[in-house]
């Protein structure tokens, strides 16, 4: 379920997409855009370009999934969470 949507100047839509469970959380970013992302080596000095890299640092797996139009990137975390066995 989307949490929310909005739009670029240039006419582009993205939504911001949370899937909570008890092992992980994934977050993803839909954007209807054509280009394909890329994670960046930057320097200490660059102020932006880091989101990729972070994102793929950080979690427990990440990936992009393409769609028309746009893509889904996507980054899981896991919890450490056991789900409590079915009754």
Do not use: I
Request: net charge negative; proline share 6%; charged share 20%.
């Amino acid at each position: 379920m989307p949490y929310c949507t909005a739009y670029l100047p240039d006419g582009r839509e993205f939504c911001l997409r949370l899937v909570l469970d008890v092992a992980f959380v994934r977050v993803e970013v839909v954007d209807s855009g054509d280009g394909q992302p890329q994670v960046l080596d930057q320097s200490a000095e660059d102020t932006g370009g880091r989101g990729l890299f972070l994102a793929n640092a950080l979690s427990d797996d990440f990936g992009v999934t393409s769609h028309v139009p746009g893509k889904t990137v996507w980054a899981v975390f896991k919890t450490g969470s056991v789900a409590a066995p079915a009754e």
